[in-house]
């Protein structure tokens, strides 16, 4: 088993069925469902947006600080069997205040799980829902404030085309203020222009999938001279048809570029497996071999915002 950091999970993401549908009978909230096969079958998508139709109809479920607590605990048992030593959680607190639920609870339930793991190094990165808006995400971001100390950056997600980077110009100028890190899914359906945003209007660290920068000669360039990180997430792209199969992944062209890739799951509990099912897809589907494997997993601890003396041991931990 690679040990890796994970870079690239929303918590919301992790949702099993099977957690779905015990959170759905703790808090009286009913489903068209119950049985978790039809659930499943519900599982497949033609695009982003009818993924984050389900995945936003499923999220009225967690409503208590246990709720958070019980879904980060169960993601942070599976990512230590998957080889993870670091992970860098995404969540979406809009989403959870849409469904009423106070910042307090999902901080608490978060943070609460993060302080009880004891195999992994964590963190939490805050992200705005880009189809609600630049006003939105900084009234979002002044009601986080109190809890300045529980996340280490900010993030950009939810339906990317229309929503382009340069929107959240101020928000990112109010994070970059308090010292957060900044991160941006930028190219994942949007295209090489919403990556150059994300970098030169937002200043982000990392971009998120940045797959569509492939595109663009000049940006591949830009990306490589500066190593700037990309976490891309395979087996999402496939199930949401980014990229036809996974045979048709630009993965293996990223490394061939010299850019500093990395392997993440995105939302493993839709998508079809964890990081570890996305390192095994790219050996027996795409043919990377151990050099290959081994250079994604020490890319991502480059890429993580750990301490550098903490990210060189990591890395020695790979061999290959
Ligand atoms: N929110 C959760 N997963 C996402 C993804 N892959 N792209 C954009 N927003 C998301
Ligand atoms: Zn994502």
Wanted: aromatic share 8%; proline share 5%; net charge negative.
């Amino acid at each position: 088993m690679l040990p890796t950091a994970e870079l690239h999970i929303h918590i919301e993401g992790t949702l099993e069925p099977e957690m779905l549908v015990r959170l759905a009978a703790r808090n009286g909230v009913k489903l068209p469902t119950t049985d978790i096969d039809e659930l499943r079958a519900r599982y497949r998508f033609t695009d982003l947006q009818s993924f984050l139709d389900l995945y936003y109809a499923n999220l009225p479920v967690l409503r208590t600080e246990q709720d958070f607590y019980d879904l980060t605990s169960a993601y942070l048992a599976r990512a230590a069997q998957a080889g993870v030593r670091r992970a860098e959680i995404f969540f979406d607190p809009q989403t959870h205040l849409r469904n009423g639920v106070p910042l307090e609870a999902v901080f608490a339930g978060l943070s609460g799980a993060l302080d009880d793991a004891r195999d992994i190094s964590t963190d939490l990165i805050l992200c705005f829902l880009r189809d609600l808006g630049a006003d939105a995400a900084e009234e979002t971001f002044r009601a986080a404030l109190p809890f300045r100390d529980r996340f280490i950056g900010v993030g950009l997600d939810s339906a990317e085309v229309g929503h382009p980077p340069s929107l959240f110009r101020e928000v990112y100028r109010m994070a970059a203020a308090e010292g957060l890190h900044r991160v941006a899914h930028a190219g994942e359906e949007g295209g090489p222009d919403y990556v150059w945003e994300a970098l030169d209007v937002l200043g982000v660290e990392r971009i998120d999938h940045g797959i569509r920068a492939m595109e663009d000669a000049k940006l591949v360039r830009r990306l490589r001279e500066e190593q700037v990180p990309l976490t891309v997430c395979p087996l999402s792209n496939v199930a949401l048809r980014v990229v036809g199969e996974l045979a048709d992944h630009v993965l293996p062209a990223m490394l061939d570029e010299g850019l500093l890739v990395c392997v993440n799951s995105d939302d493993p509990a839709y998508f079809g497996g964890y990081v570890d099912d996305n390192f095994a897809a790219l050996r027996s589907e795409l043919g990377l071999d151990d050099q290959q494997l081994a250079t994604l997993a020490r890319n991502s601890f480059d890429a993580c915002f750990a301490p550098a003396e903490q990210k060189a041991r990591w890395k020695a931990e790979v061999t290959a």
